[in-house]
C-alpha cells in the first residue's frame, strides 16, 4: 500500500513496463544517474546535474513502491536500496564541493557529517525499535528526509552563489533531524509500560 508519496509514484505504477520492473533494477538507475552527478557540477552544466538529480531520485522512490506493489520486497533489495542511497548522497556532495574545492571544502565537510550522524541515529533507532511501518524495517520520519535533502541539493546546484548559506542551514537542519529522533527514542523507552488489567466481568 502506498501512502505519503502515493501521489507522486501512482502515474508510473500505471505504466506495465515499470509496474513490472525488478525493483533492484529501478535501484541500480537511480545510482546510475547519481553517479553522472559529479561529473556534470564541476563543468558548470547545473541543469544537467538537476536533471539526473530528479531521475535518481524519481527511480528511489519506484524502486520501493513498484516492490510492494508486487510483493517483491526483500531483504536483498532493502539492502541495495539503503546504500545506493547513502553512494547517491555522497556523491552529490562530492560534485557540489568540486565546484569549488577551496572554497566549499569545510561545507562540505560538515554536510557529510551531518548525515553521517543522522544516518547513523535512523538506522540505530530503527534497530531498537519495533517495526510498525510498510518498510522492510522501523522508519522514523524526521525534518530532513529524502526528498527535503533533494530540494535542498537543487537550490545548492541552481544557486550556487548562495551555497554558504544553503550548506550551514541543510546541515543545521539534518543534525536537529538526529538529535530529535534520539531524544524521541529516548522518551518512548523510558516511559514506564502500563499494566493490563484484567476485567473479572
Known sequence: MLKNK???VRPFLKVPLIRRADPKLLTFLGLLFGIMIPFFLPLRLPFLALFCLALSGLFDLLDGAVARHSNASSELGAVFDITSDRVVEFLIVLGLFLVAPE???LMSLLMLGSILFCITTFLVVGIFSVNTTEKSFYYSPGLIERGE???FFAL???FPSVF???SSLF???VLLTGLIR?????LN???PKTRKIKSNK
Open 6 to 8: 502515493d501521489f507522486l
Open 103 to 105: 572554497e566549499r571544502g
Open 149 to 151: 535533502a533533494f530540494a
Open 156 to 158: 545548492m546546484m541552481v
Open 164 to 166: 554558504t548559506l544553503l
Open 171 to 173: 546541515t543545521g537542519l
Open 182 to 186: 534520539i531524544y524521541q527514542f529516548f
Open 189 to 191: 523507552t523510558s516511559m
